[in-house]
């Protein structure tokens, strides 16, 4: 998409391994994910402590607890991989494979999709040796716009345990869903800023928030929410790596 696009024809431009997601170009170069930045700005979520306080209140078995969300997080992770490969396959070749998520993938498609946007977009930055996909950019004239498929279960503005803000140099931000989304969506931005000289627009955040999901039964809405472009925060962490 990009070599279509722009006159990057000379660059060596950086492929991901899915398996194992890692980012790396044709020179042998390793990149580091925006998702791995963020991590080092979120507090610790203490596993073995909040699955101890869960075991206690609901009378279950430590052992059970943790196996519990494990299967939890990779029913996660395996629904939203199939919905985001639906979502691409319809936008590219106008099919849908599992018709489960017929209704939210047309859907979707009817709210974002546009004749210059591109799917699964890698931007990188290579001073930094830093890359990360975005879900679906669109580009204008001057700007571009980037929208992001979210499909986990909760979507929270404020934290709901005890640690409230981020870590340093972000701690004035809630440690939150809306502001980690915010800063991954604005990494992606000034990547593309600084590779095509188009200004950004809008960032939004698209949730998928399922209201019936049975083995029959299939029903969500995706709710739209347009994040601030955290440039000056994406800053001061790149500082850091």
């Avoid at 969300?69 to 990779?74: A, D, G, L, R, V």
């Avoid at 700007?143 to 140099?169: G, M, W």
Wanted: proline residues 3%.
């Amino acid at each position: 998409m990009w070599t279509k696009r722009f006159p990057l024809n000379g660059e060596d431009i950086p492929s991901l391994e899915k398996e194992n997601h890692v980012y790396s170009d044709k020179s042998g170069n390793i990149y580091k994910s925006v998702s791995s930045v963020l991590s080092t700005i979120k507090p610790k979520f203490d596993v073995e402590q909040r699955a101890l306080e869960y075991s206690i209140k609901r009378k279950i078995p430590i052992d059970d607890v943790l196996a519990l969300w494990e299967e939890k997080k990779n029913t996660g992770l395996n629904y939203g991989t199939d919905v985001h490969e639906n979502v691409e396959e319809y936008f590219i070749n106008g099919t849908i494979t599992n018709q489960r998520y017929k209704e939210v993938i047309e859907e979707i498609h009817e709210e974002v999709y546009h004749e210059n946007g591109c799917n699964e977009l890698i931007c990188f930055d290579k001073s930094k040796k830093l890359c990360g996909t975005s879900d679906y950019v669109v580009f204008h004239e001057n700007t571009f716009d980037i929208s992001d498929f979210k499909t986990n279960k909760k979507f929270n503005f404020e934290n709901q345990y005890d640690d409230k803000t981020l870590l340093s140099p972000v701690e004035h931000l809630p440690n939150s869903e809306y502001f980690i989304y915010a800063l991954q969506l604005s990494f992606y931005a000034k990547m593309i800023e600084q590779l095509t000289g188009l200004r950004c627009g809008f960032l939004n955040i698209y949730w998928l928030k399922r209201q019936i999901d049975t083995k029959t039964v299939f029903k969500a809405k995706w709710m739209r929410y347009t994040v601030p472009y955290l440039k000056k925060e994406v800053e001061s962490i790149l500082c850091l790596v």
